[in-house]
């Protein structure tokens, strides 16, 4: 069974840049793409950098795919599957996300 776990309030976001939430003990990034008006959540630890530092990056659209950004060593992490687009030996957990009452929800 899922239990969705209240973040944030939508309209205190700033689209294309990401919050970090503590989530059943992990660090959740949460993103708001201002282009579709979408959430995305993944893990916030970037497993090229070994640090907690997604939250930090900067959404991207890169070969079609919506990616953030890792503020440190650039890697591309697709915000739908985890997937890094350099390198694919590393990804990251995708989480559920949704709104509502105006509240960002998400399960880890």
């Known amino acids: 069974m899922m239990t969705w776990t209240p973040i944030i309030a939508k309209e205190q ?7 970090c939430a503590l989530v059943n003990g992990k660090q959740v990034a949460i993103f708001l793409d201002r282009k579709t ?4 959540a993944i893990d916030n630890y970037c497993p090229a ?3 907690n530092v997604l939250s930090r990056g900067l959404i991207t659209s890169v070969k079609d795919v ?9 890697e591309h992490f697709s915000l739908i599957t985890g ?3 350099e390198n ?6 995708v989480y559920a996300v949704r709104v509502t009452d105006g509240m960002v929800e998400v399960t880890a």
């Open 49 to 51: 950098s070994k640090a």
């Open 88 to 93: 694919e030996t590393l990804s990251v957990p």
């Open 83 to 85: 997937e890094c687009l």
């Open 13 to 19: 976001l700033t689209p294309d840049a990401g919050v």
């Open 37 to 40: 008006d979408q959430l995305f």
């Open 66 to 74: 919506l990616t953030v950004s890792s503020p440190l060593y650039k």
